[in-house]
Structure formats: C-alpha cells, structure tokens
C-alpha cells in the first residue's frame, strides 16, 4: 500500500511496455500544454534503461520539438561518447531536433526554469538522480538552495553531477519510473517515515508529492 501521501498518483501496469507508452503520452501532453500556454518548454530527462523506451514513445510525438529544451536529471563525468553519458543517450533515443543542455557547472539552470515535465528514475538504494544515500554530502545536497549538486560517492566509478530539490520546487509535472517487484519494495519502504537522506526518492514523495506521477510495471 502506498502510504506516502495522498496527493500522489501511483499508475500500475500490467507491463513495461504499457507503462513506457502511457508515459509517453503523459509527457507529450504536458509538454504541448507548455507550448501552447508560452511557445518554450522544458523536459528534464533522467537516464538509465528504465524510460528508453518512453523517449522512442516520446519521440514520435508530432510536437515542436525545435521549441524544447531537453536537459539530463543528473549526468556522470565521463566522455560524450561514452555509452554511460546520460545526454548522450536521451538524444539517441529521443531522435527529435530538439535543444539539448548538458548538465555541469557552467549550465545556465535558470535560463531553463521553470521546469515543465520532469522524469526521474529510482535506484535499487532509493536514489534518484544522482542523489545517494552513500554520498558523504547528501545532506547538504538535499537542502541546498543551488541548483545542481556534485556528488563524489566513493561506491561509484565516476563523480556526477545532479540536480537538487531546489531546483524542482517551481517544475510543473513531475513523475518517477521504476520497474520491478523489488523496487516496488524499496518504493514502499520509502514511503514509510524516516529521513530523506536513508531514501534521497522521499523528497519526490514528500515535498513535490501533489504534482508527482509514479509509473510501475513488474
């Protein structure tokens, strides 16, 4: 049972594949609602496997594309080329002309604010982004009133680059992805009390709670 709140949106699926579709549609919708209210929008993309297959969903979408900004939830320090670079892959299976950001220090996260869709991912500790329960600094991460957090968390192979809560507060349209039986189980374990930093995904659950949308699929 979710237990979170009350003001979430948990949609269930029967499969992945439905999950990704319906996903895709929500996005596409939302986004052409931005156009149409002010001729600019904002897609904040997570990376991972979980959403591929929405962004090749997403991607035929006859919407204006040239007029979005495509921008990676987090991104690793590794080379563009890389197939662990989170832009990078967004744009591969996106395939869209739309304007996409890299995330590190110099972006101009403000210029791209506020925020219309947002999609995040959920790792099997709880993290999202690259907001993690292991980083020595997720504390401060997770309260910071900066826009992008660095995170040097010793477990993982590279550095990274996420962005923080603050950043989310004036987003429009926020929704969390995950697939499986045993993320279902972190989920709910991360929708009991207990503090952020144990389940960095309790900010998505807790204080962005009445514009989030959970999608899940065993």
Known sequence: MVTATSTMQFHEFGSR?????????????ALGDALRARSRATFVASGGGSPQETYEHLGRNAIDWRSISVLPSDERFV????????????RKTLKVPAT?????SE???????????????????????????????????????ANTHQAHVPSLPEARISLTPGALHGAGVLCLLMFGAHKR???????????AREYPVRILLRELAARLHVFWAA
Not at 100 to 104: G, R, T
């Open 107 to 145: 972006t101009d996260i403000d210029s791209l604010c506020p925020f219309d869709v947002a999609l995040f991912g959920m790792g099997d500790d709880g993290h999202t982004a690259s907001l993690f329960p292991d980083d020595p600094d997720i504390d401060a991460a997770l309260g910071s009133k």
């Open 17 to 29: 594949s439905e999950a990704s579709l319906a996903l895709a549609g929500m996005i596409a919708g």
């Open 100 to 104: 996409y950001s890299e995330l590190n």
């Open 79 to 90: 080379p563009k080329d890389s197939p662990r670079h989170n832009l990078g892959m967004i």
């Open 185 to 195: 189980m972190v989920f709910e374990a991360a929708c009991e009390p207990g503090a």
